[in-house]
Nanobody
Framework: QVQVVESGGDSVQTGGSLRLSCVVSGYMATKFCMRWFRQTQGARRERVADIDDRNRDAYADSVKGRFTISRDIARIAGYLQMNNLQPEDSGTYTC??????????????????WGQGTLVTVSP
């Protein structure tokens, strides 16, 4: 059974930093795409950043230059370093894994394993 567990969410002030972690267990394939989504209450879930098993990464325009996604090559784990956080970055951040080996053009429904999410709150 595949499990996806996020951690690292917290409350910070504007301009602060957080590092989110996503640890995947029970996933036996070598190819994958890992994506961070975020969602605020009443809003649609949006893509934040993703990385594949070949370390190709991509970001939403709203976080480019501030967020960095990375992964642990020894296991299936990913990290989202978030700097210069703004109130609009607040939300529940969820990590998801797809069995497809490229993140390009993947829709949410093509992600097979999801975590429960971790809450990020950025105060003015």
């Amino acid at each position: 059974q595949v499990q996806v567990v996020e951690s690292g969410g917290d409350s910070v002030q504007t301009g602060g930093s957080l590092r989110l972690s996503c640890v995947v267990s029970g996933y036996m394939a070598t190819k994958f795409c890992m994506r961070w989504f975020r969602q605020t209450q009443g809003a649609r879930r949006e893509r934040v950043a993703d990385i594949d098993d070949r370390n190709r990464d991509a970001y939403a325009d709203s976080v480019k230059g501030r967020f960095t996604i990375s992964r642990d090559i020894a296991r299936i784990a990913g990290y989202l370093q978030m700097n210069n956080l703004q109130p609009e970055d607040s939300g529940t951040y969820t990590c998801a894994v797809s069995v497809y080996d490229t993140c390009t053009h993947l829709d949410q429904k093509e992600f097979h394993f999801w975590g429960q999410g971790t809450l990020v709150t950025v105060s003015p």
